[in-house]
């Protein structure tokens, strides 16, 4: 995820560095298996610079979210060492101070629960409300059992001018434009002073976003006759840990396994706190590390690598497909490949077939 790339690059080129990532998720977000993993991963390391806000309107697209679940999202989440606030999610100004406050956390990533109305201000054609409804989810008002221009009069909206801007809407964001600017342009100033006191760090930080490599002698590398190709890749792993600085290398439990422990001896793990290392342990999560390392990529500045047994390749397969589609260049590193079945037994290894006459 970005903001332990944020967390990375801020450890080795100082606090100018620090920003807020924000993350949005659904009831159907809280759901996926993904965010308990991604959710556990930012709570345990301590990512106060992400904060996510959740839509809570307890409606999905075919029916309300307690005809599924029952969990205490606010409890999950801090369980897992979140920072959780719940306002309306309607309200501007309670909008305004939770973001005020989650911008001022410096241990937890922040999650803020807006409690909403799906379709808020939707009426029918007899000016019924129509609130709430699973239709809503899916689908344009006038598909719905809302009558389009009925819910435009009730917002106070024009229907024969739909892409009204209100003068009030108009003021806020010249001012606030007017404020982007020079917010920008004195931290823009503040990089320079820093690119002029720092140039070496400097000419590092522009290599690191560059997406190159620092010149490489693989040949150089040597290794014993009939080595396993993943004591090898060991071997090659420890060589890039002292050669390439921005490289992040995750395992999902195996590191002494899938042998990139070869590169953790060279470093040390992130953790809270301390991101002056290169290593992440994900623990038992293939498709939560995988994610991550996408989110590494498209934060730009580190080269991400994911490490696990080759069957449990099948578990990171979405993620895999998005590191195609996007072009990310996450490297992924997969042991145990063999048709044998080894120690572990045929769950951890690719199956083999038999034959029969």
């Not at 332990?4 to 920003?19: E, S, T, V």
């Not at 599924?68 to 606010?74: G, M």
């Not at 739909?162 to 434009?177: A, G, H, M, N, T």
Request: hydrophobic share 40%; glycine share 10%; charged share 25%.
């Amino acid at each position: 995820m970005q903001a332990i790339a944020a967390n990375f690059l801020k450890a080795r080129f100082g606090n100018w560095m620090d920003h807020k990532i924000y993350g949005f998720i659904s009831d159907g977000g809280v759901q996926e298996e993904i965010s308990q993993g991604a959710g556990r991963i930012a709570g345990h390391l301590g990512l106060s610079n992400f904060i996510m806000f959740y839509d809570s309107n307890d409606i999905q697209l075919s029916t309300p979210t307690d005809e599924v679940t029952s969990e205490d999202t606010e409890m999950k989440y801090k369980a897992w060492g979140w920072n959780v606030v719940t306002i309306d999610g309607h309200n501007h100004d309670e909008i305004r101070k939770a973001l005020k406050d989650a911008n001022a956390e410096t241990e937890k990533p922040t999650l803020i629960i807006g409690k909403t109305i799906m379709g808020k201000g939707c009426v029918a054609a007899d000016d019924t409300i129509f609130e709430g409804e699973c239709e809503l989810h899916g689908q344009p008002i006038g598909a719905t059992g809302a009558d389009y221009t009925k819910t435009l009069l009730n917002l106070g909206a024009n229907p024969e001018s739909p892409f009204d801007i209100y003068e009030d809407v108009s003021v806020f964001y010249k001012e606030l434009l007017e404020r982007k600017i020079i917010e920008a342009k004195d931290k823009k100033a503040d990089i320079s002073i820093w690119r002029e006191a720092n140039p070496e760090l400097a000419a590092k930080l522009d290599f690191f976003l560059s997406g190159e490599l620092p010149e490489l002698d693989f040949e150089g590398i040597e290794h014993k006759a009939g080595l396993a190709t993943r004591a090898a890749s060991s071997g090659v792993l420890g060589y890039l840990a002292e050669k390439v600085e921005n490289m992040i290398v995750s395992s999902a439990d195996l590191s002494n396994s899938d042998k990139t422990d070869g590169f953790l001896k060279k470093t040390h793990a992130l953790k809270k706190g301390d991101f002056t290392g290169s290593f992440l342990q994900a623990g038992v999560a293939e498709l939560t590390m995988s994610c991550i390392a996408n989110g590494i990529a498209l934060h730009g500045g580190i080269i991400p690598v994911v490490a696990t047994f080759f069957v449990f390749s099948d578990y990171m397969k979405p993620a895999i497909r998005l590191s195609g589609i996007q072009e990310l260049g996450v490297k992924y590193v997969w042991t145990h490949d063999a048709f044998r079945v080894g120690e572990d037994g045929p769950t951890h290894q690719p199956r083999r077939t038999r034959s029969t006459n």
